[in-house]
């Protein structure tokens, strides 16, 4: 036999071998589909594809031929992300509002293969992934501007969903009228209250009056609806578009840097991750002196640090709260347990809602 057959020889072989070592990963990558799907988690995984990429291009002794293995992982990832995003084409997010609304907006950015479907309020949006409508929900928690989204919380707490994962997107409010209609025509501005308020400087200066909706974009379809140059909503470019309605003003909103936090809630819990780093969880504690003194400084105990603390009354006793805590570190780890399980000494009622590796820019 030559060089040259016993070389082809060889890559018959080898070929021979990876097809089904191929088979085998597009299987597994098929079961990832089938997990992502039903814990509300996005395909794209930016930092676990570079940590494999850097971990296994070390496993090329050769140098010479490292880079050329780096591109080889790089379409093998691809490949498995082009299957996965073809798998969760039936998969359904609810959110709440129409489309055109910045949680479809976010939702369509974390979930671009994805059926969105709207709700017409926070509750009805959770109660569809409860019922087993949908399989999760994009829900805001928090906006930087305006502050917490206390109806989304108050759903954490009482509640049967899990959180599991949170995403940060920028928003940027707009005046949204009808064709033809300029600033100088409007006296009236409909949106959502958090719109509303992120934009009060601007509606002061200008003299408008103000109209709570639902949410934006349904602010934008009545306005739509309404066919008034006297009226205009506060909102998205993506609801002007939907609703055919012009931006007479870009980027009105008080804040440079605002920003909402969403999170995807859904029926099942994902597994924990070494990488996990942020969790949110909640309580009630006893009522005793100095429980809640006491819940704080054993999650500082074990060397977790609190991010962030807030209280909300739970509606079923007068001045009885349950605690809306974030905190950093890994609490699945041994630390984590030790001290989930000291917490239970001063907490009534301690309900983890979720962890995560952290937090991500959409």
Known sequence: ???????RE????????????????????KEVAKYKKENGLPIDD????????KRNSNYIENEEYRSYYVNFLKKNIKLSKDLQHRLLEGMT????????????????????????IPYADFKAAYRAVEKG???CVILPIENSFNGDVGNVLDLAFFGSLYINGVYEAEIVQNLLGVKGARISDIKKVISHPQALGQCATYIDNHGFE????????????????????????????EAAQQFGLQIISEKIND???????????????????????????????KNAAGSLGEAISVIGK??????????????????????YVEGEGNINSQEGEAMLEQLKDCCSNLKIAGSYEKEIHI
Do not use: H
């Not at 036999?1 to 070389?7: F, G, I, P, R, Y």
């Not at 099942?268 to 504690?285: A, C, H, L, W, Y």
């Not at 074990?302 to 962030?308: K, M, Q, S, V």
């Open 133 to 135: 409508e949908c399989d």
């Open 1 to 7: 036999m030559s060089e040259l057959q016993n070389a």
């Open 10 to 29: 060889i890559i018959n072989k080898v070929d021979k071998e990876m097809a089904r070592l191929f088979e085998i990963r597009m299987d597994a990558a």
């Open 93 to 116: 997010v609810a959110y709440s509002g129409v489309e055109g609304a910045f949680a479809n907006v976010a939702a369509r950015r974390i979930f671009p293969d994805a059926r969105c």
């Open 255 to 285: 804040s440079g840097t605002n920003t909402t936090r969403f999170a995807i809630f859904s029926r099942s819990n994902r597994t924990p991750q070494q990488g996990d780093e942020r969790f949110i969880m909640m309580f009630t504690v």
């Open 210 to 237: 103000s109209e709570d909706a639902v949410n934006t974009a349904i602010a934008a379809k009545m306005v739509a609806e309404m066919s008034d140059k006297s009226i205009a909503a506060i909102g998205s470019a």
């Open 302 to 323: 074990y060397g977790f640090n609190l991010r962030a603390l807030k209280s909300r009354p739970t509606k079923e006793l007068v001045w009885d709260y349950f605690f």
């Open 46 to 53: 930016f930092v676990r594809e570079n940590e494999i990429i």
